[in-house]
C-alpha cells in the first residue's frame, strides 16, 4: 500500500483518494467544437516521471494538486488549491 500526504488531514492509505486528472489540462472555456470537448474529455498524457495531478481526499473531500514520480512513485508534494487553480 503507498501512502498519499492530504495537506489537510496528513498522510493517508492511497485507497482513501481519487485521480482528478493532469494539473496541465485545462478545461476548454466558451464555444469548442465536438473535437475539443472529445480531446478534453478522452484523451490524457500518460507521462514518464515527474508529474502534477489533481487529486480528491474522499474523506475530508478536499481537492488538492500532487507532484509524483510515475516510474518510481515517489509523492514530491502536495499543494491545497485556490480557487482559481481549480478545475
Known sequence: M???????????AETEFHFGGDAGNLRPEGDV???AW????YFRDNSRGAVKEIWMHLPCREVFAMERDTVTH??????????????
Open 33 to 35: 467544437d465536438a473535437m
Open 74 to 87: 515517489e509523492v514530491h508534494a502536495t499543494h491545497a488549491l485556490t480557487g482559481e487553480e481549480r478545475p
Open 2 to 12: 503507498q501512502l498519499f500526504i492530504c495537506p489537510f488531514c496528513g498522510p493517508r
Open 38 to 41: 472529445s480531446n478534453y474529455l
